[in-house]
């Protein structure tokens, strides 16, 4: 529907005269009536108080279809790092009305799901903030660290609390339901592996090779890392030095050989295969994730100038490639950019 027949519908709907309408709004009444038969648009700045004198969202003015309310949500999550109370209330209600609509029952769980984790993330920063307080002011006393753990990731030494085995079984149940399906393996695997249980990811391993679209390079790193999990390191360096050898020109091959050096914390060939990775990759536009692999190594060898400076191809990837103006992760490198600059005044 056209918005000026949706503010004549509720217009309509509100027992209002275009006159008092006009009152409203703070306008004059010959606006209201060029809105109504198209000659003109409210004014941007005039849609808040429209939406508020019917009781509607802005969205419900331009009576947006389900995806296009659900991209409009999504985006909104994208751009800012915190949603007020009310904005997430009302993307809250509108996606739960959707869960019941079978077409959308998936699209919309999976931006609910989106929506929470914004939520948690950005309370997990404030938490974060205080428990980093906390620890200041009395560095001796154990009583925020488990927060800051919960919020950051910390690394836990008691293994009840540090391994995946939730993790796990929730993806072998996935796996045993869709044996067909590759992607569930591959997050098995993944858990299995950070609690060395290499064994069990062999045999997940296998079965998962077997399918149609399973990915022989992927399944060469696969081993190479469970070979790692045995404490095998010269079985799995090996596996990955041919991978190299034998794929020069594969950007993904080279950025998974990129992974298992930092990983091993070596820094230097890490971040000359995160290098070679990014410079063969052939998607446009590029991903950041060797960039971020190349800064954090940076970080971690104290060289802060380099750091910031692959911070600046960052932004610069961000800006040029997707176009991003206005984004939380275009932000969130300004930031950290602005952050290691501090940390070169200090050395």
């Known amino acids: 529907m056209e ?4 503010i004549r519908q509720l217009r309509y709907k509100a027992g209002l005269t275009q006159e008092q309408l006009a009152d409203k709004l703070g306008v004059g009444p010959q606006s209201v009536s060029k809105w109504e038969n198209a000659a003109s648009m409210p004014d941007i700045t005039t849609l ?15 009576d947006l279809s389900s995806e296009q309310h659900m991209n409009r949500i999504e985006n909104s999550l994208d751009i800012n790092e915190e949603l007020p109370q009310d904005l997430f209330r009302e993307y809250e ?10 077409q959308n029952k998936q699209r919309s769980s999976s931006v609910l799901a989106y929506l929470y984790w914004h939520r948690m993330n950005s309370d997990a920063k404030k938490a974060a903030r205080y ?6 002011m009395a560095p001796g006393e154990k009583d925020c660290q488990w927060v800051l753990d919960r919020a950051e990731g910390h690394a836990a030494w008691d293994w009840n609390i540090a391994n995946h085995t939730k993790a ?4 072998r149940s996935i796996v045993e339901e869709n044996p067909d399906v590759r992607l569930p393996y591959l997050y098995l695997i993944d858990n299995l592996l950070a609690d060395h249980r290499a064994s069990e990811a062999e045999n997940y391993l296998e079965r998962a090779s077997r399918l149609p679209d399973a990915r022989p390079v992927m399944v060469r790193v696969y081993q190479a890392h469970i070979a790692l999990a045995r404490f095998d390191e010269k ?3 090996g596996i990955i ?12 091959c080279l950025f998974e050989a990129a992974q ?5 914390c070596n820094y230097a060939k890490a971040i000359e295969l995160y290098e070679q990775s990014f410079e063969k990759e052939t998607q446009r536009p590029r991903f950041t994730d060797e960039l971020m692999g190349i800064a954090d190594i940076y970080e971690i060898m104290g060289e802060y100038e380099k750091a910031a400076g692959t911070y600046d191809r960052i932004i610069d990837l961000l800006e040029n490639e997707w176009g991003f103006t206005e984004d939380t992760g275009l932000e969130h490198a300004r930031k950290e950019k602005a952050r290691l600059l501090a940390k070169v005044q200090k050395a």
């Open 241 to 252: 030095e041919d991978l190299v050898v034998t794929h020069p020109e594969d950007f993904a």
């Open 48 to 62: 808040p108080l429209l939406a508020e004198t019917f009781g509607v969202s802005i969205d419900d003015l331009f």
């Open 168 to 171: 796990i079984e929730f993806w």
């Open 3 to 6: 918005l000026g027949k949706k």
């Open 93 to 102: 209600d509108y996606l739960k009305t959707q869960l019941d609509n079978p």
């Open 131 to 136: 428990a980093k307080d906390v620890i200041r």
């Open 235 to 237: 079985t799995a360096d």
């Open 260 to 264: 298992y050096y930092a990983k091993k």
